[in-house]
T-cell receptor
């Protein structure tokens, strides 16, 4: 079945540092890939998505590229802010049932 | 406009009691999902609806769990004879499209209901 593997957290960074959160997946066919973000006390919000190979999703300075050859969808940001502190979930959707990773907590210090 | 809302936000109940969790999706959204999320895990699919029709309930853990969406809008997830292992965050999400073959659709999540079974 489909699965998503994310790097374990927490990831702790200083403000303005470069961020990478790794995500790899296993799926049949051609899934769409998503990153969701969950701020404390809130629901999951879509951060970005990519629907086919080599697509790059981007939003709020975050980027991720759909790499079919490596089955990866790593999340990157060039300069993180304290306000980026949250839990980030990688997800895939090959049919109507989404599969989520277990989430990676990001803590950004001033 | 208003997002997805869920109530109650927190529910504490005793083992053996029934609970009903409510989800009010974004107005006009036709698809509605229920998920369960354990601490430190991602959301796990339970069931979903297109309009009032329950399309898939394969993720419901057992027959104590049921869900309905009688008028194609508000949905209720009911857990009968609750057990301690049912304690989790229960999340609802809605999306605009009928999603039989639509893999690109974006889901909008509610804040969740934290259920604690004592």
């Amino acid at each position: 079945g489909d699965s998503v593997t994310q790097m374990e957290g927490p990831v702790t960074l200083s403000e303005e540092a470069f961020l990478t959160i790794n995500c790899t997946y296993t799926a049949t066919g051609y899934p769409s890939l998503f990153w969701y973000v969950q701020y404390p006390g809130e629901g999951l919000q879509l951060l970005l998505k990519a629907t086919k190979a080599d697509d790059k999703g981007s939003n709020k300075g975050f980027e991720a590229t759909y790499r079919k050859e490596t089955t990866s969808f790593h999340l990157e940001k060039g300069s993180v802010q304290v306000s980026d502190s949250a839990v980030y979930f990688c997800a895939l959707k090959g049919s109507y049932i989404p599969t989520f990773g277990r989430g990676t907590s990001l803590i950004v210090h001033p | 406009g208003a997002g997805v809302s869920q109530s109650p936000r927190y529910k504490v109940t005793k083992r053996g009691q029934d609970v009903a969790l409510r989800c009010d999706p974004i107005s006009g959204h036709v698809s509605l999902y229920w998920y369960r999320q354990a601490l430190g895990q991602g959301p796990e699919f339970l069931t979903y609806f297109n309009y009032e029709a329950q399309q898939d309930k394969s993720g419901l853990p057992n027959d104590r769990f049921s869900a309905e969406r009688p008028e194609g809008s508000i949905s209720t997830l009911t857990i009968q004879r609750t057990e301690q292992r049912d304690s989790a965050m229960y999340r609802c999400a809605s999306s605009t499209r009928v999603i039989y073959a639509e893999v690109t659709d974006t889901q909008y999540f509610g804040p969740g209901t934290r259920l604690t079974v004592l």
